[in-house]
């Protein structure tokens, strides 16, 4: 069985089991996901979706998009799901990139969708309700189509440093074998229930979580976003939950997130972002739990963590998973670093992708004797902790969405009232950090800040869209040019804190 579907659904348990609590208080039975994830397969195979066409899917969250994702890996198709905060120049970018058989949106963008769709080439529209309510007039039954391990189940698009996204093709196998291994690592049951408030475009929500609870057959209380009141309603019914740094720091901010709410639960896991020493220790002293921090990427899944059954130690990410071979390298030759100096963190193992989507330079140059170099810069210390230090590139990481200045950088330096710019990420206590851009006007007693904002609504997702604009007369230089942005970035650090 090399399907991913095939692997996941041979746990699954008697379909009268609960695989999904919804917010409204409906119950998703794994009887349900058989049948509903099979009238979805037979749903794209009659809009003429083909084996390894991609299926784009940018929608709200539901529970029905989950059923297309498990419809999709049956009928043999590649997901791709897109955040819903992209743009319609973005859009436009993926979908002649990807040239998806399929786009699903929702009912309120379809019209402008359908226009992008048409001059991109793609031949299918449909909303999610929509193509949820063709699924169920067709057949509730379909055979699982057998795919090779390495046969791509899903394509996730990554930010480019050059402005330029890639899609990091994930193979049924990387998916497949993250699965089965995190269920080993942090002990999954199918006795779990874990809260579910993460997006599903995302690979934390959409693999990590989802594919683990269906690789041991457990349930989900799957909420449709991160709402902390409803989080402490639902938590004495879970057992576990994973969350990425702001989901604790909002809990942490609410009188009723006590030790006797959570005295029960078994796992916190958080990830996405880096988890400051600092919320690791007052979480621990407000529930008496260690949070669970872990290290993944879009193109590896999950590759070291903190212990299940061991110290969980705040401000670094653990050690490396079972199968994961990592290596900290110098950036420059790949050698190994002594044990307590910083180098990149490199990654080779079942879970690593298969390279970046038509891009075969732009995935040659990113391995190194098999090994993924992730441009995350970390250190080992002497129980094998890894902790990592800071990420080369100037990616910023907030709210768990990377955003890499180049791309930020390029659309402010489009206007024309822009000489050049600087985006930087500055500590932001609820996203982790947020961008910040430094901008030299071309006039230089321009300084509406609301009008440089006003013109990148249209341009950015809003997570990528600065937080604070400057202006300044010149942007500090080294002597061959190069903008400092350790310099801006320590000048600033207390902006928005």
Same mark, same amino acid.
């Given at each position: 069985m090399t399907n991913l579907y095939s692997r *996941?659904s041979?746990?699954f348990p008697? +379909?009268?089991r609960?695989?999904?609590?919804?917010h409204?208080g409906?119950?998703?039975s794994?009887?349900? #996901?058989?049948?509903?994830s099979a009238?979805?397969?037979?749903t794209?195979?009659?809009?003429?979706v083909? #084996?390894?066409d991609r299926v784009?899917?940018?929608?709200?969250?539901?529970?029905?998009m989950?059923?297309l994702?498990?419809?999709?890996l049956?009928?043999?198709?590649?997901?791709? +799901?897109?955040?819903?905060? %992209?743009t319609?120049?973005?859009? !436009? %970018?993926?979908?002649? !990139?990807?040239?998806?058989?399929?786009? #699903?949106? !929702? &009912?309120?963008?379809l019209?402008?969708?359908?226009?992008?769709a048409?001059?991109?080439?793609?031949?299918?529209?449909a909303t999610?309700p929509g193509l949820?309510?063709?699924?169920? =007039?067709?057949?509730?039954t379909f055979?699982t189509?057998?795919?090779?391990d390495?046969?791509?189940?899903?394509i996730?698009?990554t930010s480019?440093?050059?402005?330029?996204?890639?899609g990091?093709?994930l193979?049924?196998d990387n998916l497949?074998? =993250?699965?089965f291994?995190l269920?080993e690592?942090?002990?999954?049951?199918?006795?779990? @229930?874990?809260?579910h408030a993460? &997006?599903i475009f995302?690979?934390?929500?959409?693999?990590?979580?989802? =594919?683990t609870i269906?690789a041991?057959?457990?349930?989900?209380i799957?909420?449709p976003?991160?709402d902390?009141?409803?989080?402490?309603?639902?938590?004495p019914? @879970?057992t576990?939950m994973?969350?990425?740094?702001?989901f %604790?720091?909002?809990l942490?901010?609410?009188?009723?997130?006590?030790r006797e709410?959570?005295?029960?639960?078994?796992?916190?896991?958080?990830?996405?972002?880096? *988890?400051?020493?600092d919320i690791?220790?007052?979480f621990?002293?407000?529930?008496?739990?260690?949070?669970l921090?872990r290290?993944g990427?879009?193109?590896?899944?999950? =590759?070291i963590?903190n212990?299940y059954?061991?110290d969980?130690?705040a401000?670094t990410?653990?050690?490396?998973?079972?199968?994961v071979?990592?290596?900290i390298a110098d &950036?420059?030759?790949?050698?190994?670093m002594p044990?307590?100096?910083?180098?990149?963190?490199?990654?080779?193992?079942?879970?690593?992708?298969?390279g970046?989507?038509?891009? +075969?330079?732009?995935?040659?140059?990113?391995f190194?004797?098999?090994y993924?170099?992730?441009?995350d810069l970390?250190?080992?210390d002497?129980?094998? %902790?890894i902790s990592?230090?800071?990420?080369?590139?100037? *990616?910023?990481?907030?709210g768990?969405?990377? #955003?890499?200045?180049?791309?930020?950088?390029t659309?402010?330096?489009?206007?024309?009232?822009?000489?050049?710019s600087?985006v930087?990420?500055? +500590?932001h206590?609820?996203?982790?950090e947020?961008?910040?851009?430094?901008i030299?006007p071309r006039d230089?007693?321009?300084?509406?800040?609301?009008?440089?904002?006003?013109?990148?609504?249209?341009?950015?997702a809003?997570?990528?869209?600065?937080?604070?604009?400057?202006f300044?007369d010149?942007?500090?230089?080294?002597?061959?040019?190069?903008v400092?942005?350790?310099?801006?970035?320590?000048?600033?650090?207390?902006l *928005?804190?």
């Amino acid at each position: 069985m090399t399907n991913l579907y095939s692997r *996941l659904s041979a746990c699954f348990p008697d +379909p009268a089991r609960p695989f999904a609590h919804l917010h409204d208080g409906t119950v998703v039975s794994y009887g349900d #996901v058989e049948a509903r994830s099979a009238a979805f397969a037979n749903t794209l195979r009659s809009l003429g979706v083909q #084996v390894g066409d991609r299926v784009a899917v940018q929608a709200e969250k539901s529970i029905d998009m989950l059923m297309l994702y498990l419809g999709s890996l049956r009928a043999g198709a590649v997901f791709l +799901p897109l955040n819903t905060a %992209y743009t319609a120049g973005e859009l !436009d %970018y993926f979908m002649r !990139d990807a040239e998806p058989a399929l786009f #699903v949106c !929702d &009912p309120g963008a379809l019209a402008a969708i359908e226009a992008l769709a048409k001059e991109a080439g793609v031949s299918h529209v449909a909303t999610m309700p929509g193509l949820a309510e063709q699924a169920s =007039n067709n057949p509730a039954t379909f055979a699982t189509i057998e795919r090779d391990d390495d046969d791509l189940a899903a394509i996730l698009y990554t930010s480019g440093t050059t402005g330029r996204s890639k899609g990091a093709m994930l193979s049924h196998d990387n998916l497949g074998s =993250n699965a089965f291994m995190l269920r080993e690592a942090w002990a999954f049951t199918g006795g779990d @229930a874990l809260l579910h408030a993460l &997006p599903i475009f995302h690979t934390h929500g959409l693999f990590v979580a989802t =594919n683990t609870i269906l690789a041991v057959g457990g349930s989900m209380i799957f909420l449709p976003k991160l709402d902390p009141k409803e989080i402490l309603r639902q938590l004495p019914r @879970a057992t576990t939950m994973m969350g990425v740094p702001t989901f %604790y720091i909002r809990l942490l901010d609410e009188p009723g997130f006590t030790r006797e709410l959570v005295q029960h639960i078994r796992l916190f896991v958080s990830g996405s972002a880096p *988890l400051s020493a600092d919320i690791h220790r007052e979480f621990s002293e407000r529930t008496g739990h260690a949070i669970l921090e872990r290290y993944g990427m879009t193109e590896t899944n999950m =590759n070291i963590s903190n212990p299940y059954v061991g110290d969980r130690i705040a401000g670094t990410v653990g050690k490396p998973l079972p199968g994961v071979s990592i290596r900290i390298a110098d &950036p420059e030759t790949g050698a190994a670093m002594p044990q307590g100096e910083v180098g990149v963190i490199e990654i080779a193992g079942p879970n690593v992708f298969k390279g970046y989507w038509r891009m +075969p330079e732009k995935t040659e140059a990113e391995f190194r004797d098999g090994y993924f170099i992730s441009g995350d810069l970390a250190f080992e210390d002497a129980r094998g %902790y890894i902790s990592i230090v800071g990420r080369a590139k100037d *990616l910023i990481i907030s709210g768990g969405y990377n #955003v890499y200045p180049a791309e930020v950088e390029t659309a402010i330096d489009e206007l024309p009232e822009v000489h050049e710019s600087a985006v930087i990420g500055v +500590p932001h206590r609820d996203l982790g950090e947020a961008p910040v851009a430094v901008i030299v006007p071309r006039d230089k007693d321009f300084a509406d800040a609301e009008a440089i904002k006003a013109s990148l609504v249209d341009k950015l997702a809003r997570f990528k869209q600065p937080r604070a604009i400057l202006f300044v007369d010149a942007l500090p230089k080294n002597a061959m040019g190069k903008v400092q942005k350790a310099a801006l970035r320590e000048e600033h650090k207390g902006l *928005l804190s």
